[in-house]
């Protein structure tokens, strides 16, 4: 069977294809089984650089770091998602007085490294002038104006993408364009888009690691400084392993919450569909 797009392989490439893979897993395994032996030979797994890890007092200090990623993600997160409707919204305004500015806002920051972002607020601003930045709020604000704007584009090509003949129904029905917006384009244009805004999500929760250059308390901060201690022979290594398993955890606990999401709604999508369909087969057999 074959398409437009995609022819579907015969015997030989379907053969070729099948090398082609178990080579590729050979090599890959073979890379993670030197990187392994060089731990090893190195003496990273030694109990002597682990030991500082067994200690309550680290474990806790670890358990405060996730809580101030998590902290400072959310709080990013939350801020980013409305800063990013915002956005959307002044892009596609018909009043150029709102979507020039919202364009140069969002070309702006989409293109200024947030880690120049976080610096500027934290060690940029006080000499301004401007004092009480956190490193908390140097986090965020970094955070919320760069994904702000990169969620701003996600948004207005999800909008953008719909029929045309979504907002012509709402206009022709009398609506505002600020409710079709909000109350018909917006909720289709997440479900289209949520994917992407889950793995914008994501990168909002490991840019949360670049806080440790404004002193943020955070889980790599907190990595550096124990990989540092050397009457524990400076377990850089395994302080980054421990540091890596802990973002690799999160990241994907987020993924799992988004793909339930997805499901849900795709789920509550199909049962609102199997409810119209009945009452249409009614209204029919009335007629």
Known sequence: M???????????????????????????????GFVIYRFAESGQF?????????????????????????????????FSLV???VLA?????DRRWIS???????????????LILMMIMYYGLPTLGVQGISPFIAVVV????????????????GIESLPRGQKEAGFAIGLRKSTVMTSILLPQAVRAMLPVIIAQLVVILKDTALGFIVTYN??????????SQAQYGSPIIPAAIIAGVIYVGLCLLLAGVAKFLESRMRRNQRIAKGTRAPVAAGSAAGD
């Open 46 to 78: 030694q109990a002597r650089k682990w030991q500082l890890f067994s200690f309550p007092l680290v474990q806790q200090t670890l358990l405060q770091a996730i809580g101030a990623t998590l902290s400072a993600f959310a709080t990013a997160a939350v």
């Open 100 to 114: 020039v500015p919202c364009l140069a806002f969002t070309e702006l920051f989409r293109a200024v490294p947030l």
């Open 142 to 157: 970094g955070l919320t104006l760069y994904n702000g704007s990169v969620l701003a584009e996600v948004f207005r090509a």
């Open 2 to 32: 074959s398409s437009v797009l995609f022819d579907t392989p015969g015997p030989k490439a379907v053969a070729r294809n099948r090398v082609l893979s178990v080579v590729t897993l050979l090599v890959v395994v073979a890379i993670i």
């Open 218 to 227: 955070e889980i790599l901060f907190q990595a550096k400084y124990f990989g």
């Open 83 to 85: 800063l990013g409707i």
């Open 89 to 93: 919204f002044g892009r596609l305004s």
